[in-house]
Each structure stands twice: as structure tokens, then as C-alpha cells.
Nanobody, 123 residues
Framework: QMQLIESGGGLVQAGDSLRLSCAAS????????MGWFRQVLGKEREFVGW????????YYGDSVKGRFSIARDNVKSTVYLEMNMLKPEDTAVYYC????????????????WGQGTQVTVSS
């Protein structure tokens, strides 16, 4: 089992920046692709981005491309989501997730999930 704990969410204004963290334990962190997703109540979980095991590759969903970035620290077993130029439509619960082997954008492809952290962007 891998445990994932997100932190860093909160209430910000449009145009602000925020950094989320996701601390992992229980498995060899560097063996896992890490993904970020978000979900608004009543809607499907939306892909935000992933980062490869070494951190050499990243990929983002169209709605956040150019504004969000993902980084990881394999020594600290932590993955980060840097969010810039936040918009009200970025309001959601943000989840980190882990998956062995290949990268993926489908939530169903990920094996482990955190409990989520709320991000609220006011206009």
C-alpha cells in the first residue's frame, strides 16, 4: 500500500498562485508515475497532469496547460503542483494519485489516491 497525503489547499483570489504538496509513504516513490486530478462536486474527476518517475517528463490537461506545473522530489517522496494565474473555474478538490509503469491520463488507471485538498478561487 502507498499512502498519499495532500496539503496546501485554501482560499485564494483570481490571479493568485498556490502550491500543493503530496507526501507519499509505504512504497518506493521513485517507481511511481504521479498524477494530479481535480473534482467538482457532481462532476467527473478531471485530469490535471502527470509526472514521470524520474521527473524528466510532464504532461498537462488543456485547461491548465501553461499555468500549472508539476515537480517531484524523490528524496523527500513528495510531488508538487504549482498553480499560477488561478481562475474561479479552478475551484475543486485536488487529488494526487500514483501508478506503476506507464503514464496515464485516466483516473481509473491509478492505483493509489490521496484524500484530496480543497482549492477555492474567488473572483
Amino acid at each position: 500500500q502507498m499512502q498519499l497525503i495532500e496539503s496546501g489547499g485554501g482560499l485564494v483570489q483570481a490571479g493568485d498562485s498556490l502550491r500543493l504538496s503530496c507526501a507519499a509513504s509505504g512504497r518506493t516513490f521513485s517507481s511511481y508515475v504521479m498524477g494530479w486530478f481535480r473534482q467538482v462536486l457532481g462532476k467527473e474527476r478531471e485530469f490535471v497532469g502527470w509526472i514521470s518517475q524520474t521527473g524528466a517528463s510532464t504532461y498537462y490537461g488543456d485547461s491548465v496547460k501553461g499555468r500549472f506545473s508539476i515537480a517531484r522530489d524523490n528524496v523527500k517522496s513528495t510531488v508538487y503542483l504549482e498553480m499560477n494565474m488561478l481562475k474561479p473555474e479552478d475551484t475543486a478538490v485536488y487529488y494526487c494519485a500514483a501508478r506503476r509503469t506507464f503514464t496515464a491520463i485516466l483516473a481509473s488507471s491509478y492505483d493509489y489516491w490521496g484524500q484530496g485538498t480543497q482549492v477555492t478561487v474567488s473572483s
